[in-house]
């Protein structure tokens, strides 16, 4: 220890005194050669190892080295053991009186220590109980009431960290316990609801009468609840007036109708809910006397308040559920098993000028045909097209292709009621109007080239070369006998040379 009379010697003690302001400047040299010959930074605490003694005293009676103000039985320890912690935060302390601190378990932060020590006992209350709970007397742990009560005034406050608040949210921490109540009462509520499909829980329920009683009391005292927690209420279906369960009832029906069949249009005659059919039909009645909220309610899920609308979506969706049967939309014009659509389906083909484009877009998105018929002739000549490319001919046997053949007959029988288009586009294949004249123009073709090739007419009878030609040839002086040879043909053959 460094003592010196600095009234003998003013000099040396402004020398001391400024080693001691400035040492935050002096080399790590100088502060050892001072340090090496006992030089004491802070002449205030010339008793340092004394209190350093006292304290050892105190943490082998109570177990640690926070000692608290007023210490009765060393009432300056608790204030050198501050200074400590003081010195330490702005560099005063000497390492070895650090050290020597440490080596006793001196705890430079007891307020965070004390924070930390709580949570822990917290945690393990969790772990024993589920929750964070604590009651007013728990008698194993009696400050951790007080603890977790100034946790929620320090947060309400704004004097708790947010890594504190964290570390305690993440341990299940209720900061209101009036709040968790409501919620958990809320929450009972909201699987009652999905339980029953409905909130309208029984006054004198047995399986939860804290439930019942809750429930009652959030009706009668509506205005003490924030406008969060009505609106909550309010989305899971709960009625602040039971007179109006019925219409809610009737339109929960039509909300589970509109999620099953993709729209509102209940049938007049529903089987599975009359209840609901009439209702819907109610509510288009008293449009104009209905409640601003439930018309709106009822328009926001696509009611159709317009009862033709609602017989044109009611059809629509019968002709969805024809297509997801049958494949198609071709509904025969005089369908047994649904009249009534096939007058609909014929309706629309017979009005598309008048249809809405909105109605006409959603009939051609299912695969609608408003021109069945033309599409159909189109399909046909398609075929007959390919034919011809395969076999060079449109003359279709009906051995082969009753259909196809069928269909070409028709064109020739029906060919005043053709377009003038689809005229164009047979002709344009090489269709033949009259096949008989056809085949008479070809054999002509080749006798005229049985002629070149022998100088005369006369096939002979049963000619194996083209057997076809042969009874054609004879054919000709049979019809022409019989009066059925025209005169053009006559003409044609004697123009020839053939011999009658």
Known sequence: MCQANFAENPALGKWVRYQRFYRSKLTPGQIAMLEQIGFDWDPFDTSWAENYSELEQYKSIHGDCNVPQGY??????????????????????????????????????PITSSWESMFASLTEYKQEFGDCKVPVFYSKDPKLYNWVTVQRAFKKNQRLSEDRIRRLNELGFVWDQIGSAWEAMFSELSEYGKRFGDCNVPDTWPDNPELATWVSNLRTRRKQLTVGQAARLEGIGFKWNLLDTAWETRFTDLLRFRATNGHCNVPAKYPDNQKLATWVTRQRAKQSKLLRE???????????????????????????????????????????????????????????????????????????????????????????????????????????????????????????????????????????????????????????????????????????????????????????????????????????????
Not at 477 to 483: E, L
């Open 72 to 109: 009765p039985d060393n009432k300056t320890l608790a204030s050198w053991v501050g200074r400590q912690r003081q010195d330490r935060n702005t560099g005063r302390l000497t390492l070895e009186r650090l050290q020597r601190l440490e080596e006793i378990g001196f705890d430079w932060d």
């Open 294 to 500: 439930r018309f709106e309610r009822l328009d926001g899920i696509g009611f159709i308040w317009d009862a033709r609308a609602a017989l044109w979506e009611e059809m629509f969706a019968k002709l969805v559920e024809y297509k997801r049967v049958h494949g198609d939309c071709s509904v025969p014009r005089h369908c047994e098993l649904d009249p009534p659509l096939s007058t609909w389906v014929h309706n629309q083909r017979r009005t598309r000028d008048i249809l809405s484009k909105e109605r006409i877009e959603r009939l051609q998105a299912i695969g609608f045909d408003f021109t069945p018929h033309q599409t159909s002739w189109e399909e046909m000549f398609a075929r007959l097209a390919i034919y011809r490319g395969i076999h060079g001919t449109c003359d279709v046997p009906r051995s082969a292709h009753p259909q196809l053949a069928v269909w070409a007959s028709e064109q020739r029988s029906k060919r005043e009621q053709l377009t003038e288009g689809q005229i164009r586009q047979l002709i344009e294949i090489g269709f033949t109007w009259d096949p008989i004249v056809k085949a008479w123009d070809e054999m002509f073709a080749a006798l005229v080239a049985y002629k070149i090739e022998y100088g005369h007419c006369n096939v002979p009878q049963g000619w194996k070369a083209n057997t076809k030609l042969a009874n054609w040839f004879h054919n000709q002086r049979q019809s022409k006998r019989k009066g059925k040879l025209t005169e053009d043909r006559i003409c044609r053959l004697d123009t020839l040379g053939f011999e009658w």
